[in-house]
């Protein structure tokens, strides 16, 4: 399939630059696919519209301040963490590109440096943070680091605490899963009550799912790969779920690529620690997936792709077109979709 069937126009007024509050008085469209029928209600809603034959599956991944701006000489440098590979020691986006030499030494702060230790083909660094013997680099981020925001919210008024979910708890993410941003404890209390089923799996999304498909054709994208857990806990209750007949809510594309990473041609799902690079576009066959609640997606971005090969790229495209007429707030402080 050519990329530019999922390009569309946009202008920069539909763009949330801020959240909605209380969360969850965000707007929901809701897309039937075998009705092909939309509606619009509020994200409060939702414990009005599932029953007790739902499971809501959650990505709980927590967004570090994964942006460090210091300066060297008087000179402006910004390491952006990307992933973990293993204590102190990250793959990461450096700017200016030239400075971060390999084996280049830098002094970010009187307790840390940095040294740069692979310089690798796409640009990215490998990079050594350099720190007293029993300290761990995360304890000193939310002093060094800035939230990361993606592009379009540059300028907001956002805090850290509106780019995480209520729920977040593994450090990891350095965009949040966006999807999930809509709940409240309020609201899980009242989806709980109503004897709705719930789990929790990791994936610590990565700065590709902002990056659109550079190929002419989607085919030919190389998807990037993000971390990723599912324990066996987890496992066994969706599995249960599943074989009592009840359908599976993924919050948020991070949560789709989780489960179907996880699941088998069989339609059970496995208990998984490891990366993976799936890439869910129109012809993709769903394996685990019942229905899904998720935002409203960049133009030719790889999560346009995923929810076109759920919902039909038709519909989908025919749904953004009328969440425009009906000013819905696109992207990751906007407006939210639920697709069953």
Not at 14 to 27: G, L, Q, T, V
Not at 64 to 69: E, F, H, K, N, Y
Not at 184 to 198: D, P, S
Request: aromatic share 12%; with cysteine; glycine share 6%.
């Amino acid at each position: 399939m050519k990329t530019s069937e999922f390009d569309y126009q946009l202008p920069k007024s539909f763009i949330a630059m801020e959240p909605r509050k209380p969360r969850d008085s965000s707007r929901l469209m809701i897309l039937d696919k075998k009705k092909g029928t939309m509606n619009h209600k509020h994200f409060y809603d939702l414990v009005d519209i599932l029953d007790n034959n739902y499971v809501l599956v959650f990505n709980n991944s927590k967004v570090i301040p994964a942006r460090i701006l210091f300066e060297i000489d008087g000179k402006s440098m910004e390491i952006f963490i990307l992933k973990k590979i293993e204590d102190n020691f990250y793959e990461c986006l450096a700017k200016p590109g030239k400075k971060f030499e390999l084996n280049a030494i830098f002094r970010i702060h009187p307790k840390i440096s940095v040294k740069i230790e692979k310089v690798n083909g796409d640009g990215t660094r490998l990079i050594r943070f350099l720190m007293t013997k029993g300290t761990e680099l995360r304890s000193y981020l939310n002093e060094l680091g800035q939230v990361p925001f993606p592009p379009y919210l540059e300028g907001t008024k956002a805090s850290f605490e509106d780019y995480q979910t209520v729920y977040s708890k593994t450090d990891g993410s350095v965009a949040a899963p966006t999807a999930g941003l809509h709940f409240t404890e309020n609201l899980l209390g009242k989806l709980r009550e109503k004897g709705i089923g719930m789990a929790f799996a990791t994936l610590h999304v990565g700065l590709g799912t902002f990056q659109p498909v550079k190929t002419d054709i989607i085919e030919e994208h190389k998807m990037h790969s993000e971390i990723f857990e599912l324990d066996q806990d987890t496992a066994d209750f969706l599995n249960n779920a599943k074989a009592a007949g009840k359908k599976i809510v993924a919050v948020g594309t991070t949560s789709v690529r989780i489960l179907e990473s996880c699941s088998n041609k069989n339609g059970k799902i496995n208990a998984k620690t490891g990366e993976t690079s799936i890439f869910i576009y129109p012809g993709y066959e769903w394996k685990f997936v019942d229905a899904m609640i998720t935002n409203f997606h960049l133009p030719k971005s790889t999560l346009l792709m995923l929810i076109s090969s759920f919902a039909g790229k038709d519909f989908v495209f025919k749904a953004y077109e009328e969440a425009k007429k009906q000013n819905y707030r696109f992207f990751s402080f906007g407006d939210a979709m639920l697709i069953i």
